[in-house]
């Protein structure tokens, strides 16, 4: 089994910064990749960030591209979601998810674990 929570939501005036932590306990060993999520209320989980494979690629989603980052600290077992530049339609619960499989890391499906999220509400 794999732990993740997630941490630094909060409410934030647009243009302004945030950064998400999610920290990971437990089996860690075998996570294959590690991604974000986001879901708004009345819509579709969908693909923020994430880490191809186990290396060190990302990719982002269009909407999100030049102004989020991912990192992690492996030392830490802690994945950061970097947000920079934010806008009110960035307004969502953001989950922190990891997989166990080689498989298409922007499908939210192809995630095993999943943290509670994290609320980031942004206005204008």
């Known amino acids: 089994q794999v732990q993740l929570v997630e941490s630094g939501g909060g409410l934030v005036q647009a243009g302004e910064s945030l950064r998400l932590s999610c920290a990971a306990s437990g089996r860690t060993f075998s996570i294959s990749g590690m991604g974000w999520f986001r879901q708004a209320p009345g819509k579709e989980r969908e693909f923020v960030a994430a880490?191809?494979?186990?290396?060190?690629?990302?990719d982002y989603a269009d909407s999100v591209k030049g102004r989020f980052t991912i990192s992690r600290d492996n030392a830490k077992n802690t994945v950061y979601l970097q947000m920079n530049s934010l806008k009110p339609e960035d307004t969502a619960v953001y989950y922190c998810a990891a997989r166990l499989r080689f498989s298409d890391y922007s499908d939210y499906r192809s995630y095993d674990y999943w943290g509670k999220g994290t609320q980031v509400t942004v206005y204008s």
């Open positions: 880490f191809i494979w186990s290396g060190t690629n990302t």
